[in-house]
């Protein structure tokens, strides 16, 4: 099982009893993900530490004010980075509004350049913004791949990424008690354009509630999400890794090193 976007640098428990707890619980790849400047050397350390761990390079929207021409430069850097597989995470927050507007989709555009002249798939983080997210895909609509993290939207946003390419990964929410139109949308998901993650350490899945999250539990969350797909844990496994490597997020470690 993949755990497709985690935050090893953020988790409470040292990272290397957070990877070997993933592996003893049956996850084999995990992709911890950049947010901020400051982390973009810190997941490439985990990623070149671990054998088990792949890494993204980009800024989250709350950061997008400290986006420049020079952490654009700094991703660019790491191209052939052989644990660098994704742009992310990216794209937009009208919530919490951290950096402005502008500010947001300035830096989401300019890392979606980014990703087409690396030839990376994204990882993007949407909330309030569904309209305007979905505008700045279609602007690249062909020229970029990836999937919207921790998919939490409307049955329309998923309907519009799906249409345009991008496939949807769902993390702990999913099991909560009142994501009941989640799993409606979950339901109708192709099993090929779907894949599970945790965002540690937030948003712990049922039963680990009131728990930091971490990598481990991601299969709390594969385990619902194959019950409402109707197939077994393994057969999730076995596609989701599948679709991972279709979208080029993750490789054969073991012989891809």
Known sequence: MIDLHTHLHMLEIPVEQAVAQAKAAGVSHLITVSSEPSDLALVRAHA?????????????PHDAKHFSQDIGDQIRGQVHHPKFVAIGEIGLDFYY???????????????????????????????????ETIEILKKYRGKVKG??????????LADQALDLGYDLSFSGVVTFRNAEELRKTLDRTPLDRIH??????????????????????VMHTAALVAQLKNVSVEELRQQTYR??????LVFDYESGL
Request: glycine share 4%; net charge negative; charged share 25%.
């Open 97 to 131: 509004n951290h950096s402005t507007h502008e500010e947001q989709v300035a830096a989401f555009e300019t890392q979606m350049d980014l990703a087409i002249e690396l030839q990376k798939p994204v990882q993007i983080h949407t909330r309030d913004a569904e309209k």
């Open 196 to 217: 599970v993650e945790t965002d540690a350490p937030f948003l712990s899945p049922v039963p680990m509630r009131g728990k930091k999250n971490e990598p481990a539990f």
């Open 147 to 156: 999937i919207l993290h921790c998919f939490t939207g409307t049955g329309w």
């Open 243 to 248: 679709n991972a490597k279709q979208m080029k």
């Open 48 to 60: 070149e530490r671990f054998a088990e761990v792949f890494c993204t390079q980009g800024i989250h």
